[in-house]
């Protein structure tokens, strides 16, 4: 089970002014979908191998700039999906017809 909270986002927003190491990145991008899924999804959007992927997500220097740009893609792009599957005011309950 994975529990996206905005602590999550809050530290994904913070990578821009501090790059985190590989090991940050990949507990906080870890909590957001599952490992294989972070995994494959940065290999695409860097066009780099699964094996490049995982050695800088298990090391403890700071991530290079295209895997950071990268990890940016893809967590804007599950901050999209899960702002999309969850409504913010629900439907009312009955409908109203207005005018007269």
Known sequence: MFHSSL?????????????????????????????????????????????????CLNSEATVPACFLAAALRFSAGYQRAVSFSTPRHPAPATSRRLGG
């Open 7 to 55: 602590d999550h986002f809050v530290d994904i927003n913070r990578w821009r002014s501090r790059p985190p190491t590989g090991q940050q990145m990949k507990l906080t991008l870890a909590c957001l979908a599952s490992l294989e899924e972070v995994e494959h999804g940065l290999a695409y959007e860097m066009r780099r191998s699964l094996d490049y992927v995982r050695w």
